[in-house]
Nanobody, 112 residues
Framework: QVQLVESGGGLVQAGGSLRLSCAAS????????MSWFRQAPGKERQFVAT????????LYADSVKGRFTISRDNVKNTVYLQMNSLKPEDTAVYYC?????WGQGTQVTVSS
């Protein structure tokens, strides 16, 4: 089971930016897709973005397309989520995912 540890969340004003990081353990990191999900209070967890292992292909939810960028560093075993032009509706706990493994989440709060 891979261990995932997120960091980088916080409080930011609307229009601001944050960069989330997710450090992963395990020797197969570079071969596996990594994803970000988020869960707002009272709502189901929803997909945000994913990046493939070796080709670095990306896919985004429509709600974040053009504002968020997912990237990875296969030397550091880390995946990132750069979030720009943040909106209050982006407020949620953000989770890193690889297969059936989940991180503990990091809170992002966007004030209006």
């Amino acid at each position: 089971q891979v261990q995932l540890v997120e960091s980088g969340g916080g409080l930011v004003q609307a229009g601001g930016s944050l960069r989330l990081s997710c450090a992963a353990s395990g020797r197969t990191f570079s071969a596996r897709a990594m994803s970000w999900f988020r869960q707002a209070p009272g709502k189901e967890r929803q997909f945000v973005a994913t990046i493939s292992g070796n080709t670095f292909s990306t896919l985004y939810a429509d709600s974040v397309k053009g504002r968020f960028t997912i990237s990875r560093d296969n030397v550091k075993n880390t995946v990132y989520l750069q979030m720009n032009s943040l909106k209050p509706e982006d407020t949620a706990v953000y989770y890193c995912n690889q297969g059936t493994s989940w991180g503990q989440g990091t809170q992002v709060t966007v004030s209006s």
